[in-house]
């Protein structure tokens, strides 16, 4: 039955010979579609939960699988308002997605990591919050179990996780968007796949049980997004 079960088909993104003109205009739609489809309110909601628990002088705030960078400058931008001391790490494996958030970026409170999030070693330096957006639906329900233990380890506060809802009316709604406004074919084939590659919230109780982490907090947002939360 349609979107019963998670696609692992794989993305056109998630091969290693892009052109970086298309990663570009890549980034430049997704970061479009977080703004006014409401992804990053709902990273900034997943980040004044696990703040609002703590107080500090000054924050350290990692995502992984960064891409271009457009998460971590909405961040920047609310904590500027809220008056916040914070610098931020970005990992991604792909150079060609560093390279364009240096060029977008002119921020000097980011450090740069090219390399897959798993091989990073941050035992001297634990970022107090990491988090990913738009990252784990491309992984195997298997591959997210060791990812969430490694963001578990390695955040000194805790960490969020903002994703797809698999949904058919999230899937028939982006297809159509996509359709109707998008310049990029990766996005074209990307955005409705990654629907069908995302989750119910009976996928993530399964996840974080295999991932032996008992104290989360699974909500729904709007449009279709999960906001997971480990403090």
């Known amino acids: 039955m349609f979107l019963t079960r998670r696609s692992y088909e794989k993305e056109l993104l998630d091969d290693d010979n892009i052109p970086f003109e298309d990663i570009r205009l890549n980034m430049k739609e997704l970061n479009v579609i977080n703004t006014w489809l409401g992804g990053h309110r709902i990273s900034i909601q997943g980040l004044r939960k696990i703040i609002k ?12 699988g960064c891409g271009g960078g457009d998460n971590l400058r909405a961040i920047e931008a609310w904590c ?7 610098v931020f790490t970005g990992i991604d494996k792909k150079k060609e997605c560093i390279d364009y958030a240096i060029d977008c970026t002119p921020s000097q409170n980011y450090h740069w990591i090219i390399s897959d999030y798993s091989k990073v070693d941050l035992k001297n330096q ?13 992984f195997t329900d298997e591959a997210l179990q060791p990812m969430m233990q490694w963001m578990h380890a390695n955040s000194q506060h805790g960490f969020f996780i903002n994703d797809l809802h698999r949904h058919r009316l999230a899937w028939l709604s982006i297809k159509l968007l996509t359709r109707l406004f998008s310049k990029s074919d990766l996005v074209k084939n990307d955005a409705p796949l990654s629907v069908k590659r995302g989750f119910t ?24 997004r999960w906001l997971i939360t480990v403090q």
Request: overall charge positive; hydrophobic content about 40%.
């Open 53 to 64: 628990s703590n107080k500090k002088a000054r924050w350290h705030i990692c995502e992984i």
């Open 80 to 86: 500027n308002k809220q008056k916040l001391n914070v």
């Open 126 to 138: 634990k970022p107090d919050i990491i988090f990913s957006s738009l990252f784990c639906h491309h």
């Open 201 to 224: 919230r009976k996928d993530w109780v399964n996840i974080m049980q295999q991932s032996g982490i008992s104290h989360y907090s699974i909500t729904w947002k709007w449009a279709f």
